[in-house]
């Protein structure tokens, strides 16, 4: 029986990451994965989305051309669906192979097959035993199914499926307005389908800032987009090549295809947790304390399958500090804080948080600053034809930055200097007196900040 120092069981940017982080501390490592390396993230997830939102993007431009001055020849822009798979299949590939080399260039050695926990210290990946001094469980999440709707893959489907999809369906329904269910949305506009969101929470993207979901369900509302919030779909039948969705209510959407998009759930099944005493939260997440070891010594989990926050850049955070918890001699990084993990969500326009929202500091009672800066008062945002959005920053009484939430172009892009801040306990004062380049929309951020004191430069009057 092969013996290594850590076992990490799946391969998804929690796992190898934690496994590459591992290695580079000494450790002897077994990478275990049935599937392909990259996880949901890279192969059905956050990758290939964002290779076809690059793709819808770039049709949305050909046809705003004529505002930039720029003449296309007459005729509709048209789009191969073929192609963009194509694209998103070479682009996955690349990066799926390049981190086998880094796996591979690190000396870890990858069993291909599916693990379960044995005895103490060991892992059984389809019948072959490994003894593990640790153990790291990074086996992700799977999709969330509801009563009445019966996926079938064909017509009514998972975005397992839907990025797949080698033509637009006319008329699509999403099931769900949360982050998948809304860069959906405006990605399949953009490609020219009449989109139809169906959520049942009050608003779309219910844990975002107010005043950003609001803009957003404005913004997408006014591109075509219907948006039926405080609704579920009861039931959903397929007949021939449509699906006959019927309503909460009462009212029956007749679409092309139905895509559930209502979260996922932490993937546990087959691990033989219960037998070897690994406990789980009420959620079914695997329960952790802050250093991501189980309720056995020697057994960590990281990533979806701990809970929320799904984002594959958590689970890589998490696994880095679970194994520098385990190998670095002390060496370890800062505390891995839920509460600072930026959050960027790639809709039309784009959203980018970190920290906490105006309602979670009133829920918890907290007194707290405000500052905004709109996207209009921004000359690079008037040079992109982008002016719709804002910048809201809210600190406590003694301008210690605490929430940050961007809507408008670029927003992921802005988020990373308002996750640093937040990280390091900056201050709204700090955070202006950074000087920020001009032209860039980077300004934006210094403005917002400088409006938690009523001194914008570029502002004249405070709308709070
Ligand atoms: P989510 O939790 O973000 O959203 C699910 C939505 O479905 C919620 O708004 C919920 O209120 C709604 N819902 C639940 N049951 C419903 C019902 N019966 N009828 C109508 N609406 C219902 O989950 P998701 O969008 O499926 O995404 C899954 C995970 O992947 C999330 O944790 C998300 O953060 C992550 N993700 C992140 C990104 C990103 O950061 N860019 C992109 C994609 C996915």
């Known amino acids: ?29 077994l990478l275990i994965e049935r599937g392909d390396v990259g996880g949901v993230c890279l192969n059905r997830g956050c990758i290939p989305t964002k290779s076809m939102i690059a793709s819808a993007h770039a049709l949305a431009a050909v046809r705003a051309a ?43 050695e990858i069993a291909k097959g599916t693990a379960s926990l044995a005895a103490k210290g060991s892992v059984n990946v ?21 009563p009445g709707i019966k996926i079938d893959g064909r017509l009514i489907v998972t975005t397992d499926e839907a990025l797949s999809w080698d033509e637009v369906p006319a008329r699509l329904l999403i099931v769900g307005g949360g982050v998948i269910g809304c860069e959906f949305a405006c990605m399949m506009r953009d490609f020219g389908s009449k989109v139809t969101i169906v959520e049942a929470t009050p608003s779309i993207l219910p844990p975002v800032e107010g005043a950003i979901s609001r803009l957003l369900a404005r913004t997408m509302k006014a591109q075509g987009t219907d948006i039926l919030t405080g609704t579920t779909v009861k039931s959903a039948q397929v007949e021939g090549n449509e699906v006959h969705a019927l309503l909460s209510t009462g009212n029956e959407l007749v679409v092309d295809k139905l895509l559930v ?24 997440a695997i329960k952790v304390d802050k250093n991501f070891c189980t309720s056995v010594a020697g057994i960590y ?17 998490e696994g880095i500090s679970a194994v520098e918890g385990i190998f670095g001699n002390g060496a370890k990084s800062e505390v891995f804080d839920p509460e600072m993990v930026p959050s960027p969500i ?19 009672g907290s007194e707290f ?14 040079c992109d034809g982008d002016t719709d959005g804002q910048a809201i920053v809210h600190t406590d009484m003694e301008g210690k930055i605490l929430g940050v939430h961007i809507i408008g172009r670029d927003a992921t892009l802005l988020i990373p200097e308002a996750a640093l801040a937040v990280r390091k306990g900056m201050t709204a004062r700090e955070l202006e007196e950074t000087i920020h380049a001009h032209p860039t929309l980077s300004e934006i951020m210094a403005e917002a900040a400088a409006d938690v004191y009523g001194m914008a430069i570029h502002k004249v009057s405070r709308d709070r």
């Not at 989990?301 to 955070?317: E, K, N, R």
């Not at 809709?347 to 948080?353: D, F, H, L, M, Q």
């Open 261 to 284: 998009a209502v979260g996922r759930r932490p993937l546990t099944a087959g691990l033989h947790l219960e037998s070897c005493g690994v406990e789980l939260t009420e959620r079914g």
């Open 126 to 146: 389809d019948g072959v035993l490994h003894e593990a001094k640790n153990i790291l469980i990074a086996t992700g999440s799977t999709w969330m199914e509801l």
């Open 66 to 108: 004529g505002e930039y001055g720029i003449s296309v020849p007459a005729g509709p822009a048209a789009i191969d669906m073929r192609k963009v798979q194509q694209r998103k299949e070479a682009i996955v590939e690349k990066l799926r192979s390049g981190i086998l080399q880094l796996i591979k260039g690190r000396g870890i």
């Open 346 to 364: 790639f809709t039309s326009p784009e959203i980018g948080c970190v920290g906490l929202t105006s309602e979670e500091l009133k829920r918890r």
């Open 369 to 382: 600053l405000t500052g905004r800066f709109p996207y209009a008062a921004c000359g690079k945002a008037l």
């Open 1 to 29: 029986m092969s013996s290594y120092d850590l076992a990490v069981i799946g391969a998804g940017p929690g796992g190898y990451v934690a496994a590459i982080k591992a290695s580079q501390l000494g450790a002897k490592v």
């Open 301 to 317: 989990a990281i990533g979806d399958v701990i809970g929320q926050p799904m984002l594959a850049h958590a689970a890589s955070a």
